[in-house]
């Protein structure tokens, strides 16, 4: 299964990913860890896509289309993947294209979540990470079970700098400007598959796996 998962940040990507991992064993890809990993070690990949996460735009496609055609390159990506965060313009949508088809294979699906703004601002205020092993808590629809402390690995617990309030309007804005465009790039490619996530992530998963299914996929 190559599945790639659409959203705006804070939609649900991350939660859902780890869904779709939990329930089928599929490989997470996620560009926003790779290059917060990246920050951490302070690598020169790192240092440069800070100047942009921090003001909440996008890192420059260059960057981003080498770093994920490096990690699809790898052996583990062969069984197949879920792409959480890319692509995010459509040029990096046309280069994925132009990357699996070199490899011969397709993309299964390209996972639409769909939330408001309004909840989505909401949610991301109380959006918390663990710094250690990346496990995404909200409070207060999933708080970690001791306050700032990782339930899977004991690590610290914190609200990531890119969600304070000012940078999550601009990063909402770049998404409408630049990720929205994909839906219809993969609308006309028929891979489509929609799933509401207003409400609570169990519904938006149950309408995947229906999904999924219908195509005959899983
Ligand atoms: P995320 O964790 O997916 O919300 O990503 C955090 C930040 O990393 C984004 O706000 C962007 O600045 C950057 N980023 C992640 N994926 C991409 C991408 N595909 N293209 C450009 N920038 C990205």
């Given amino acids: ?16 990913a780890a869904e779709l991992t939990k329930n089928y064993g599929i490989l997470h890809i996620s560009t926003g860890d790779i290059f917060r990993a990246n920050i951490k070690e302070q690598t020169p990949l ?14 420059p496609d260059s960057l981003t289309i080498a770093m994920i055609e490096d990690r699809l390159a790898q052996p ?12 995010r313009t459509i040029i990096q949508a046309q280069e994925l294209d132009k990357m699996l088809a070199k490899k011969g294979v397709a993309l299964t699906a390209a996972i639409s979540i769909v939330i408001s703004d309004d909840e989505i601002k909401m949610r991301v205020s109380g959006r918390r990470v663990c710094i250690v092993c990346g496990a995404s808590y909200n409070i207060p629809f999933k708080p970690a079970k001791v306050d700032g402390i990782c339930d899977v690995c004991g690590g610290e617990v914190i609200q990531r700098d890119d969600d304070k309030p000012e940078t999550v309007l601009s990063r909402l804005k770049t998404y409408h400007e630049k990720t929205q465009p994909l839906i219809d790039y993969y609308k ?11 409400v609570n992530y169990l519904l938006a998963f149950e309408e995947i796996k229906k999904g999924l299914a219908l195509r005959k996929i899983i």
């Fill in 76 to 87: 583990d990506c062969e069984a197949g993947f879920m792409l959480d965060g890319f692509p």
């Fill in 188 to 198: 006309a490619q028929n891979l489509i598959l929609t799933a509401n996530n207003e």
């Fill in 1 to 16: 299964m190559r599945l790639i998962l659409l959203g705006a940040p804070g939609s649900g990507k991350g939660t859902i």
């Fill in 46 to 59: 790192g240092l440069e896509a800070k100047k942009y996460i921090d003001q909440g735009a996008l890192v």
